[in-house]
């Protein structure tokens, strides 16, 4: 039992690390924008750069016989690639044309509800008062931390709040199938078919070099290849066998939540970005709710992961 705990600290923190490393994604799209990439592209690069990197790794480590996994896996990852990679980035696009960014962020931050859910009648897994409050805290700290209480200034639209709601089940959905896609295949493997099918569907559905012309360039190469290294195929190294370790599905979400308070110091510190007492609120609010959430461990009801062929 206490060897078991230790583990699952150690994917705590696995997760955790995640949350902050995927804080900096904001800088690698702001580098990458600078350098005259459209979102469809920069989107496109994270995948298709960090798809070699997570080969060459999953090679060194296992060797090539890794990647011969059973068709349930082959398929899961698949789903794993077109929800949680493609179609995600896909919906948050046009969640962010159609409102704002702050607002398409507020929304996204709905997710960690939609993961207790599911996780509720997928996995069995109770829904506490103090998990309730840990998701009310989290939700109210992302929205503070993200628009500084200034909600009157976000705009509104039918179709972008269907995109954003859209976008952020499909975020949800990341914990729910990674568990699945690690189930029977080593995290290594699991990201490196994530990344596979995401490259693909993303190839297919959204025109990456649409409107691109003659804007690539080594530098803009050189930047989709850090944003496919650290903030994409290592945080998801960390991020899938974190999950591993971790008895319920839905504190990932919370865990990983300190992306928001990471990407806001990282503007300070990078940017200059000035922010306010209310979002200094929202920062505490989110540790805060991380904290709660993993204050004390009560024993779940086990469960089994049906997978058939």
Request: glycine share 8%.
């Amino acid at each position: 039992m206490r060897k078991f705990f230790k583990e699952e600290q150690k994917g705590y923190l696995l997760v955790f690390l995640s949350g902050i490393l995927w804080g900096t994604i904001g800088l690698f799209v702001k580098w990458m924008s600078t350098l005259g990439s459209t979102p469809a592209f920069t989107s496109f690069c994270r995948m298709a750069f960090a798809l070699p990197i997570l080969i060459v790794l999953t090679l060194i480590k296992y060797g090539p016989k890794a990647f011969i996994i059973d068709k349930y896996s082959l398929r899961v990852c698949a789903l794993m690639g077109l929800i949680c990679q493609a179609a995600y980035n896909f919906l948050y696009s046009f969640a962010v044309e159609l409102l704002s960014v702050s607002m398409s962020a507020v929304l996204l931050y709905i997710s960690p509800v939609f993961t207790s859910v599911l996780s509720y009648f997928i996995f069995s897994e109770k829904i506490s008062w103090q998990k309730t409050l840990a998701l009310l805290v989290n939700i109210a700290g992302c929205v503070l931390t993200v628009t500084g209480g200034q909600l009157n200034n976000l705009s509104l639209s039918l179709t972008g709040l269907l995109f954003g709601l859209g976008a952020a089940l499909c975020y949800s959905f990341s914990a729910i199938i990674g568990r699945f896609a690690t189930a029977r295949c080593n995290p290594y493997v699991a990201s490196t078919y994530n990344f596979f099918f995401a490259t693909l569907f993303l190839l297919l559905f959204t025109q990456p070099f649409k409107n691109m012309g003659g804007q690539i360039n080594p530098l803009l190469l050189l930047a989709g290849f850090g944003f496919a290294l650290i903030p994409t195929a290592v945080t998801y190294l960390f991020y899938f066998t974190g999950l591993k370790k971790i008895k319920e599905t839905s504190r990932v979400p919370v865990l990983a939540s300190v992306e928001t308070v990471a990407a806001t110091l990282l503007g300070i510190l990078a940017f200059g970005e000035s922010i306010g007492l209310i979002n200094w609120i929202g920062i505490f609010l989110v540790c805060g709710s991380i904290l709660l959430m993993n204050l004390k461990k009560k024993p779940v009801t086990s469960y089994k992961i049906a997978a058939s062929q």
